[in-house]
Protein backbone atom coordinates (compact mmCIF):
# COMPACT_ATOMS: atom_id res chain seq x y z
CA UNK A 1 0.00 0.00 0.00
CA UNK A 2 1.30 3.15 -1.13
CA UNK A 3 -0.33 6.38 0.97
CA UNK A 4 0.89 9.94 -0.58
CA UNK A 5 0.96 12.71 1.34
CA UNK A 6 -1.62 15.62 0.84
CA UNK A 7 0.70 18.58 -0.31
CA UNK A 8 -1.94 20.84 1.19
CA UNK A 9 -2.35 19.29 4.30
CA UNK A 10 1.72 19.15 4.93
CA UNK A 11 2.48 22.59 4.21
CA UNK A 12 -0.43 23.75 6.62
CA UNK A 13 1.21 21.86 9.21
CA UNK A 14 4.73 22.59 8.84
CA UNK A 15 3.74 26.31 8.39
CA UNK A 16 2.06 26.03 11.90
CA UNK A 17 5.60 24.04 13.13
CA UNK A 18 8.03 26.48 11.39
CA UNK A 19 5.91 29.82 13.01
CA UNK A 20 5.73 28.17 16.46
CA UNK A 21 10.00 28.48 15.65
CA UNK A 22 10.83 25.85 18.77
CA UNK A 23 12.84 23.75 16.49
CA UNK A 24 15.54 22.62 17.84
CA UNK A 25 17.83 21.63 15.35
CA UNK A 26 21.47 21.92 15.65
CA UNK A 27 24.48 21.68 12.91
CA UNK A 28 27.08 18.65 13.00
CA UNK A 29 30.16 18.51 14.41
CA UNK A 30 32.49 16.85 11.45
CA UNK A 31 34.84 13.95 12.68
CA UNK A 32 35.24 11.72 9.96
CA UNK A 33 38.45 13.17 7.62
CA UNK A 34 36.17 11.90 4.54
CA UNK A 35 32.93 14.16 5.42
CA UNK A 36 31.15 12.39 2.52
CA UNK A 37 30.48 9.92 5.24
CA UNK A 38 29.25 12.19 7.58
CA UNK A 39 24.93 11.49 8.32
CA UNK A 40 22.44 12.31 10.20
CA UNK A 41 18.95 9.85 10.60
CA UNK A 42 15.76 10.46 12.17
CA UNK A 43 14.07 7.98 14.95
CA UNK A 44 10.24 7.97 15.38
CA UNK A 45 9.16 5.60 17.59
CA UNK A 46 6.17 3.70 19.97
CA UNK A 47 3.16 6.04 18.57
CA UNK A 48 0.44 3.58 19.86
CA UNK A 49 -2.30 4.88 17.53
CA UNK A 50 -5.32 3.90 19.33
CA UNK A 51 -8.66 2.92 17.34
CA UNK A 52 -11.90 4.03 18.99
CA UNK A 53 -14.63 3.24 16.51
CA UNK A 54 -15.54 4.05 12.70
CA UNK A 55 -12.83 6.40 12.00
CA UNK A 56 -11.89 7.61 15.46
CA UNK A 57 -8.88 7.19 17.08
CA UNK A 58 -7.00 8.48 20.35
CA UNK A 59 -6.18 11.88 19.30
CA UNK A 60 -3.35 12.81 22.22
CA UNK A 61 -1.60 9.70 20.43
CA UNK A 62 -2.29 10.88 16.67
CA UNK A 63 -0.65 14.56 17.69
CA UNK A 64 2.44 12.99 19.11
CA UNK A 65 3.15 11.45 15.48
CA UNK A 66 1.82 14.14 13.40
CA UNK A 67 3.96 16.16 15.45
CA UNK A 68 7.30 14.28 14.67
CA UNK A 69 6.77 13.81 11.59
CA UNK A 70 6.30 17.19 11.01
CA UNK A 71 9.35 18.20 12.72
CA UNK A 72 11.37 15.56 11.40
CA UNK A 73 10.24 16.97 7.54
CA UNK A 74 11.90 20.33 8.67
CA UNK A 75 15.36 18.88 9.84
CA UNK A 76 18.52 20.39 8.57
CA UNK A 77 21.21 19.26 7.74
CA UNK A 78 18.08 16.63 6.11
CA UNK A 79 18.44 13.15 7.66
CA UNK A 80 19.37 9.70 4.78
CA UNK A 81 16.75 8.35 6.34
CA UNK A 82 13.80 7.90 8.95
CA UNK A 83 13.54 4.70 11.32
CA UNK A 84 10.39 3.92 13.00
CA UNK A 85 10.98 1.83 16.24
CA UNK A 86 8.02 -0.31 16.56
CA UNK A 87 4.53 -0.12 18.41
CA UNK A 88 2.90 2.12 15.66
CA UNK A 89 -0.48 0.49 16.72
CA UNK A 90 -2.08 0.19 19.97
CA UNK A 91 -3.80 -3.90 19.15
CA UNK A 92 -2.51 -4.10 16.09
CA UNK A 93 -5.41 -3.89 13.91
CA UNK A 94 -5.98 -2.79 10.32
CA UNK A 95 -7.23 0.37 10.72
CA UNK A 96 -4.52 1.58 13.51
CA UNK A 97 -1.58 0.72 11.15
CA UNK A 98 -3.40 2.18 8.02
CA UNK A 99 -4.10 5.22 10.31
CA UNK A 100 -0.37 4.86 11.11
CA UNK A 101 1.11 4.14 7.95
CA UNK A 102 -1.07 7.20 6.16
CA UNK A 103 0.66 9.83 9.10
CA UNK A 104 3.93 8.10 8.51
CA UNK A 105 3.74 8.44 4.56
CA UNK A 106 4.08 12.70 4.83
CA UNK A 107 8.06 11.90 5.87
CA UNK A 108 9.71 13.21 3.25
CA UNK A 109 12.68 10.57 3.63
CA UNK A 110 13.16 6.78 2.84
CA UNK A 111 11.70 5.35 6.09
CA UNK A 112 13.00 1.59 7.70
CA UNK A 113 10.47 -0.38 9.66
CA UNK A 114 11.06 -1.91 13.12
CA UNK A 115 8.20 -4.12 14.59
CA UNK A 116 6.62 -3.68 18.21
CA UNK A 117 4.55 -6.47 20.13
CA UNK A 118 1.74 -3.98 19.57
CA UNK A 119 2.26 -4.44 15.83
CA UNK A 120 2.37 -8.17 16.21
CA UNK A 121 0.52 -10.12 18.26
CA UNK A 122 -3.07 -10.17 16.85
CA UNK A 123 -1.78 -11.94 13.41
CA UNK A 124 1.82 -12.23 14.02
CA UNK A 125 2.80 -9.09 11.68
CA UNK A 126 1.14 -10.66 8.66
CA UNK A 127 -0.29 -7.00 8.28
CA UNK A 128 2.39 -5.01 9.10
CA UNK A 129 4.67 -6.94 6.74
CA UNK A 130 2.33 -6.18 3.83
CA UNK A 131 2.77 -2.54 4.76
CA UNK A 132 6.13 -1.89 5.37
CA UNK A 133 7.63 -5.23 4.29
CA UNK A 134 10.29 -7.58 6.45
CA UNK A 135 10.57 -8.48 10.15
CA UNK A 136 14.24 -8.36 10.05
CA UNK A 137 17.08 -7.34 7.33
CA UNK A 138 19.96 -5.40 7.31
CA UNK A 139 21.85 -3.06 4.79
CA UNK A 140 24.99 -0.84 4.18
CA UNK A 141 25.21 3.12 4.38
CA UNK A 142 27.71 5.49 4.12
CA UNK A 143 30.21 2.80 5.57
CA UNK A 144 28.21 1.88 8.63
CA UNK A 145 26.62 -1.85 8.65
CA UNK A 146 22.24 -1.04 9.75
CA UNK A 147 20.55 -4.15 10.60
CA UNK A 148 17.15 -4.66 12.03
CA UNK A 149 15.92 -7.20 14.44
CA UNK A 150 12.65 -8.31 15.55
CA UNK A 151 13.01 -8.84 18.69
CA UNK A 152 9.71 -9.14 20.56
CA UNK A 153 8.61 -12.68 19.79
CA UNK A 154 8.53 -15.34 22.78
CA UNK A 155 7.97 -18.79 23.24
CA UNK A 156 5.62 -21.58 20.43
CA UNK A 157 3.41 -22.45 23.41
CA UNK A 158 2.63 -19.13 24.95
CA UNK A 159 2.12 -17.55 21.07
CA UNK A 160 0.42 -20.47 19.79
CA UNK A 161 -1.51 -22.97 21.90
CA UNK A 162 -2.36 -20.66 25.38
CA UNK A 163 -4.85 -18.21 23.96
CA UNK A 164 -8.13 -18.69 22.14
CA UNK A 165 -8.24 -15.86 20.51
CA UNK A 166 -5.70 -13.55 18.87
CA UNK A 167 -7.52 -10.95 20.40
CA UNK A 168 -7.30 -12.09 23.31
CA UNK A 169 -3.45 -13.40 22.92
CA UNK A 170 -2.87 -9.33 21.64
CA UNK A 171 -4.24 -8.18 24.82
CA UNK A 172 -2.41 -10.09 27.62
CA UNK A 173 0.43 -9.03 25.10
CA UNK A 174 -0.70 -5.37 25.09
CA UNK A 175 -0.64 -4.89 28.97
CA UNK A 176 3.03 -3.96 30.05
CA UNK A 177 2.37 -5.03 33.82
CA UNK A 178 0.56 -7.83 32.67
CA UNK A 179 1.83 -11.14 34.64
CA UNK A 180 0.12 -13.44 31.49
CA UNK A 181 2.79 -11.62 29.32
CA UNK A 182 6.01 -13.41 28.32
CA UNK A 183 9.45 -12.35 27.74
CA UNK A 184 10.50 -11.14 24.56
CA UNK A 185 13.41 -12.64 22.44
CA UNK A 186 15.22 -13.04 18.88
CA UNK A 187 15.46 -16.49 19.01
CA UNK A 188 17.74 -19.21 17.70
CA UNK A 189 16.58 -18.78 13.77
CA UNK A 190 16.99 -15.06 13.80
CA UNK A 191 20.75 -15.16 15.61
CA UNK A 192 21.81 -17.52 13.25
CA UNK A 193 20.43 -15.15 10.15
CA UNK A 194 22.27 -12.24 12.28
CA UNK A 195 25.38 -14.62 12.57
CA UNK A 196 25.83 -15.25 9.15
CA UNK A 197 24.56 -11.61 8.30
CA UNK A 198 28.00 -10.52 10.79
CA UNK A 199 30.24 -12.78 8.82
CA UNK A 200 30.70 -10.51 5.96
CA UNK A 201 31.15 -7.53 7.83
CA UNK A 202 34.78 -6.30 8.56
CA UNK A 203 35.31 -5.82 12.64
CA UNK A 204 36.50 -1.88 12.33
CA UNK A 205 32.98 -0.96 10.33
CA UNK A 206 30.45 0.51 12.26
CA UNK A 207 27.40 -1.44 13.34
CA UNK A 208 23.98 -0.73 14.57
CA UNK A 209 21.11 -2.43 15.70
CA UNK A 210 17.66 -1.50 15.65
CA UNK A 211 15.23 -3.76 17.73
CA UNK A 212 11.98 -2.89 19.73
CA UNK A 213 12.99 -4.13 23.25
CA UNK A 214 16.01 -3.36 25.04
CA UNK A 215 19.00 -6.01 23.62
CA UNK A 216 20.03 -5.88 27.67
CA UNK A 217 17.72 -7.17 30.92
CA UNK A 218 16.83 -4.37 32.66
CA UNK A 219 13.17 -5.27 34.66
CA UNK A 220 11.34 -8.73 32.91
CA UNK A 221 8.20 -7.60 34.78
CA UNK A 222 7.44 -5.12 31.99
CA UNK A 223 9.44 -6.86 29.12
CA UNK A 224 12.52 -3.79 29.94
CA UNK A 225 14.18 -7.35 28.68
CA UNK A 226 15.28 -9.48 25.98
CA UNK A 227 15.77 -13.23 27.05
CA UNK A 228 18.76 -13.76 24.61
CA UNK A 229 20.55 -10.55 24.90
CA UNK A 230 23.68 -12.13 25.84
CA UNK A 231 23.99 -14.17 22.85
CA UNK A 232 23.43 -11.27 20.30
CA UNK A 233 25.70 -9.54 22.76
CA UNK A 234 28.35 -12.11 21.93
CA UNK A 235 27.16 -11.38 18.19
CA UNK A 236 28.28 -8.01 18.43
CA UNK A 237 31.34 -8.13 20.79
CA UNK A 238 33.64 -8.64 17.96
CA UNK A 239 32.93 -5.24 16.24
CA UNK A 240 35.05 -2.28 17.58
CA UNK A 241 31.95 0.23 17.14
CA UNK A 242 28.75 -1.40 17.86
CA UNK A 243 25.40 0.28 19.28
CA UNK A 244 21.68 -0.82 19.93
CA UNK A 245 19.14 1.39 19.53
CA UNK A 246 15.63 0.08 20.59
CA UNK A 247 12.16 1.43 21.62
CA UNK A 248 9.73 -0.16 24.15
CA UNK A 249 10.87 1.87 27.62
CA UNK A 250 9.29 5.19 26.31
CA UNK A 251 11.95 6.74 28.26
CA UNK A 252 15.68 7.83 28.58
CA UNK A 253 18.42 5.15 29.06
CA UNK A 254 22.06 4.44 27.77
CA UNK A 255 24.06 1.94 28.99
CA UNK A 256 27.64 0.64 27.61
CA UNK A 257 28.38 -2.83 28.02
CA UNK A 258 31.95 -4.17 26.72
CA UNK A 259 32.22 -2.10 22.98
CA UNK A 260 28.18 -2.30 22.64
CA UNK A 261 26.67 0.95 23.15
CA UNK A 262 22.69 1.28 24.03
CA UNK A 263 20.43 4.28 23.72
CA UNK A 264 16.76 3.99 24.25
CA UNK A 265 14.24 6.62 21.91
CA UNK A 266 11.32 7.96 23.34
CA UNK A 267 7.85 7.21 22.60
CA UNK A 268 5.12 10.07 20.91
CA UNK A 269 2.76 8.58 22.53
CA UNK A 270 3.21 9.03 26.39
CA UNK A 271 6.52 8.50 28.59
CA UNK A 272 6.66 5.08 30.94
CA UNK A 273 7.73 5.34 35.02
CA UNK A 274 11.51 3.99 35.54
CA UNK A 275 11.26 0.57 37.11
CA UNK A 276 13.22 2.28 40.02
CA UNK A 277 9.74 3.79 41.20
CA UNK A 278 7.86 0.57 41.42
CA UNK A 279 8.20 -0.12 44.52
CA UNK A 280 7.86 -3.74 44.82
CA UNK A 281 10.28 -4.91 41.69
CA UNK A 282 13.93 -5.68 41.45
CA UNK A 283 15.44 -4.26 38.20
CA UNK A 284 19.18 -3.04 37.09
CA UNK A 285 18.55 -0.11 35.17
CA UNK A 286 21.81 1.38 33.89
CA UNK A 287 23.74 3.56 36.31
CA UNK A 288 25.32 5.69 33.41
CA UNK A 289 21.78 6.98 32.23
CA UNK A 290 20.83 10.34 33.35
CA UNK A 291 16.52 10.17 33.85
CA UNK A 292 14.53 12.24 31.59
CA UNK A 293 12.47 14.63 33.45
CA UNK A 294 9.11 12.98 35.45
CA UNK A 295 6.19 13.75 33.37
CA UNK A 296 3.71 16.84 34.03
CA UNK A 297 0.67 14.95 32.37
CA UNK A 298 -0.88 18.78 32.29
CA UNK A 299 1.02 19.23 29.23
CA UNK A 300 -0.39 16.46 26.89
CA UNK A 301 2.91 16.31 25.02
CA UNK A 302 5.28 16.11 27.86
CA UNK A 303 8.09 13.62 28.20
CA UNK A 304 7.52 12.70 24.81
CA UNK A 305 9.52 13.26 21.63
CA UNK A 306 11.24 11.68 18.69
CA UNK A 307 15.24 11.59 17.88
CA UNK A 308 17.49 12.63 15.27
CA UNK A 309 21.06 10.50 15.49
CA UNK A 310 24.76 12.04 14.41
CA UNK A 311 26.61 9.59 13.17
CA UNK A 312 29.81 11.64 11.88
CA UNK A 313 32.61 9.14 13.63
CA UNK A 314 30.78 5.75 13.61
CA UNK A 315 29.30 6.32 16.80
CA UNK A 316 25.98 7.26 17.67
CA UNK A 317 24.97 11.28 19.30
CA UNK A 318 21.31 10.99 19.77
CA UNK A 319 19.34 14.39 20.48
CA UNK A 320 16.09 14.37 21.85
CA UNK A 321 13.74 16.42 20.42
CA UNK A 322 11.18 17.20 23.35
CA UNK A 323 7.84 18.20 22.60
CA UNK A 324 7.76 20.13 26.43
CA UNK A 325 11.08 20.01 27.91
CA UNK A 326 14.40 20.90 27.62
CA UNK A 327 16.21 19.00 24.47
CA UNK A 328 19.06 16.59 25.48
CA UNK A 329 21.70 15.19 23.61
CA UNK A 330 23.63 11.84 24.73
CA UNK A 331 26.61 11.29 22.67
CA UNK A 332 29.40 8.59 22.65
CA UNK A 333 32.54 10.04 24.39
CA UNK A 334 35.55 8.51 23.15
CA UNK A 335 37.83 9.74 26.08
CA UNK A 336 35.73 7.40 28.69
CA UNK A 337 34.18 4.64 26.09
CA UNK A 338 30.84 5.13 26.83
CA UNK A 339 27.62 7.56 26.06
CA UNK A 340 27.72 10.70 27.75
CA UNK A 341 24.82 13.50 28.85
CA UNK A 342 26.30 16.16 27.20
CA UNK A 343 24.66 18.74 29.84
CA UNK A 344 23.69 16.75 32.59
CA UNK A 345 26.13 13.94 33.28
CA UNK A 346 27.93 15.63 35.71
CA UNK A 347 26.02 15.08 39.27
CA UNK A 348 26.37 18.41 40.15
CA UNK A 349 24.59 19.68 36.91
CA UNK A 350 21.41 17.65 37.48
CA UNK A 351 17.91 19.46 38.05
CA UNK A 352 14.82 18.17 40.18
CA UNK A 353 12.76 16.98 37.62
CA UNK A 354 15.23 14.46 36.81
CA UNK A 355 14.50 12.75 40.33
CA UNK A 356 11.97 9.86 40.17
CA UNK A 357 10.53 7.50 42.65
CA UNK B 1 -44.26 -2.21 81.04
CA UNK B 2 -40.96 0.45 80.40
CA UNK B 3 -38.84 -2.23 81.45
CA UNK B 4 -40.65 -4.49 79.08
CA UNK B 5 -39.66 -2.32 76.04
CA UNK B 6 -36.03 -2.06 77.16
CA UNK B 7 -35.31 -6.01 77.10
CA UNK B 8 -37.07 -6.34 73.66
CA UNK B 9 -34.91 -3.47 72.41
CA UNK B 10 -31.66 -5.14 73.75
CA UNK B 11 -32.79 -8.51 72.51
CA UNK B 12 -33.12 -6.87 68.84
CA UNK B 13 -29.30 -4.86 68.91
CA UNK B 14 -27.85 -8.13 70.14
CA UNK B 15 -29.72 -9.89 67.18
CA UNK B 16 -28.80 -7.44 64.80
CA UNK B 17 -25.32 -7.54 65.97
CA UNK B 18 -25.26 -11.19 65.64
CA UNK B 19 -26.72 -11.18 62.32
CA UNK B 20 -23.61 -9.04 61.24
CA UNK B 21 -21.30 -10.90 63.10
CA UNK B 22 -19.57 -7.94 65.36
CA UNK B 23 -18.63 -8.84 68.90
CA UNK B 24 -19.83 -7.39 71.36
CA UNK B 25 -16.26 -7.88 72.80
CA UNK B 26 -14.98 -4.80 70.51
CA UNK B 27 -10.97 -5.16 71.44
CA UNK B 28 -10.90 -8.92 71.32
CA UNK B 29 -10.29 -10.76 67.50
CA UNK B 30 -9.12 -14.04 65.82
CA UNK B 31 -6.49 -14.19 63.41
CA UNK B 32 -9.86 -15.72 61.26
CA UNK B 33 -10.78 -12.23 61.31
CA UNK B 34 -8.06 -10.41 60.57
CA UNK B 35 -7.76 -12.88 57.45
CA UNK B 36 -11.02 -12.66 56.90
CA UNK B 37 -10.65 -8.52 56.84
CA UNK B 38 -7.63 -8.58 54.66
CA UNK B 39 -9.58 -10.49 52.02
CA UNK B 40 -12.09 -8.09 51.99
CA UNK B 41 -9.40 -5.37 51.43
CA UNK B 42 -7.99 -7.20 48.74
CA UNK B 43 -11.24 -7.96 46.53
CA UNK B 44 -11.35 -4.25 46.41
CA UNK B 45 -7.86 -4.07 45.53
CA UNK B 46 -8.49 -6.51 42.74
CA UNK B 47 -11.36 -4.76 41.42
CA UNK B 48 -9.37 -1.78 41.62
CA UNK B 49 -6.50 -3.39 39.16
CA UNK B 50 -9.56 -4.92 37.22
CA UNK B 51 -10.33 -1.05 36.28
CA UNK B 52 -6.72 -0.03 36.23
CA UNK B 53 -6.55 -1.93 32.69
CA UNK B 54 -10.05 -1.50 31.85
CA UNK B 55 -10.84 0.40 28.46
CA UNK B 56 -14.18 1.46 29.97
CA UNK B 57 -13.31 3.55 32.74
CA UNK B 58 -13.15 6.83 30.25
CA UNK B 59 -14.63 7.08 26.55
CA UNK B 60 -11.25 6.63 24.11
CA UNK B 61 -10.50 2.59 25.66
CA UNK B 62 -7.30 4.53 27.30
CA UNK B 63 -6.87 3.09 30.16
CA UNK B 64 -4.89 4.23 33.68
CA UNK B 65 -2.60 1.17 33.08
CA UNK B 66 -0.85 2.56 30.36
CA UNK B 67 0.76 5.54 31.64
CA UNK B 68 1.04 3.83 35.03
CA UNK B 69 2.12 -0.24 35.05
CA UNK B 70 1.55 -1.48 38.38
CA UNK B 71 0.09 2.35 39.48
CA UNK B 72 3.72 3.57 39.19
CA UNK B 73 4.22 7.22 39.22
CA UNK B 74 1.55 8.17 41.05
CA UNK B 75 2.85 8.58 44.14
CA UNK B 76 -0.09 8.13 46.72
CA UNK B 77 1.84 8.69 49.97
CA UNK B 78 2.90 12.39 48.56
CA UNK B 79 -0.88 12.98 49.03
CA UNK B 80 -2.73 15.53 50.27
CA UNK B 81 -0.29 17.82 48.28
CA UNK B 82 0.21 21.22 46.74
CA UNK B 83 -0.40 19.77 42.81
CA UNK B 84 0.71 23.09 41.28
CA UNK B 85 -0.77 22.77 38.42
CA UNK B 86 -4.40 23.55 40.12
CA UNK B 87 -2.82 26.23 42.26
CA UNK B 88 -3.96 24.00 45.46
CA UNK B 89 -3.67 20.96 48.15
CA UNK B 90 -5.39 18.45 46.81
CA UNK B 91 -6.02 14.72 47.78
CA UNK B 92 -5.16 11.62 45.46
CA UNK B 93 -8.43 10.97 44.03
CA UNK B 94 -8.83 14.52 42.57
CA UNK B 95 -5.85 13.74 40.53
CA UNK B 96 -7.36 10.36 39.81
CA UNK B 97 -11.10 12.48 38.47
CA UNK B 98 -8.24 14.47 36.67
CA UNK B 99 -6.97 11.58 34.74
CA UNK B 100 -10.05 10.71 33.99
CA UNK B 101 -11.32 13.36 32.16
CA UNK B 102 -7.99 14.16 30.76
CA UNK B 103 -6.21 11.41 29.17
CA UNK B 104 -9.36 9.25 29.52
CA UNK B 105 -11.59 11.60 28.23
CA UNK B 106 -14.76 10.40 30.70
CA UNK B 107 -16.84 11.84 33.61
CA UNK B 108 -15.39 11.99 36.79
CA UNK B 109 -16.22 9.91 39.65
CA UNK B 110 -18.22 10.69 43.19
CA UNK B 111 -14.87 10.51 45.39
CA UNK B 112 -16.92 7.96 47.58
CA UNK B 113 -17.79 6.05 44.42
CA UNK B 114 -17.13 2.29 45.02
CA UNK B 115 -14.65 2.47 41.85
CA UNK B 116 -13.00 5.08 43.30
CA UNK B 117 -12.28 3.35 46.53
CA UNK B 118 -11.32 0.26 44.47
CA UNK B 119 -8.82 2.50 42.33
CA UNK B 120 -6.95 4.28 45.38
CA UNK B 121 -6.62 0.68 47.04
CA UNK B 122 -4.73 -0.88 44.16
CA UNK B 123 -2.56 2.10 43.79
CA UNK B 124 -1.64 2.24 47.83
CA UNK B 125 -1.29 -1.54 47.89
CA UNK B 126 1.07 -1.13 44.40
CA UNK B 127 3.07 0.89 46.33
CA UNK B 128 2.88 -0.46 50.37
CA UNK B 129 6.02 -0.12 52.16
CA UNK B 130 6.98 3.05 51.29
CA UNK B 131 6.92 5.18 53.88
CA UNK B 132 4.49 8.18 54.10
CA UNK B 133 5.75 11.80 52.77
CA UNK B 134 2.79 14.30 52.13
CA UNK B 135 3.55 16.65 50.42
CA UNK B 136 6.51 15.46 48.71
CA UNK B 137 7.41 16.54 45.10
Known amino acids: ?357 | MRRKYVWISLAVVAAALAVVGVSLQADEFTDTDVERWQGEYMSVVDDGRALWGSPDLGTNGVACGQCHPNGANTHPETYPKFQQQLGRVIALREMINWCLMNPLEGEVLELDDPRMIALEAYISYERRGVALDPGKH
Open chain 1, 1 to 357: MKIKPNRREFLKGAGAIAAASTLPLSTVEIAFADSKKNFTFGYISDSHIQHIKGNQFVNNWDRGLIRSVAEANLMQPKPDFVVFGGDLAQLGTKPELDHGAEMLAKLNYKTYHVLGEHDYYLDLGEYWSELFGDHYYSWDHKGVHFIVLNSIITFKEWTFDRWPTPEQRMLEMAGLDNPNGSPFMVGDAQRAWLAKDLEKVSKDTPVVVFSHSPIQKLYKGWNFWTDDAEQIQALLAPFADATVIYGHVHQIQYNQIGNISFHAVMATAWPWPYPSTYAQAEHTMPKLTVPMNRADPFFERDATGWQFIDMSNGRVSMSYNLANNTNRTVAYDPASGKPVDTQFQDVGNRVPPQIHY
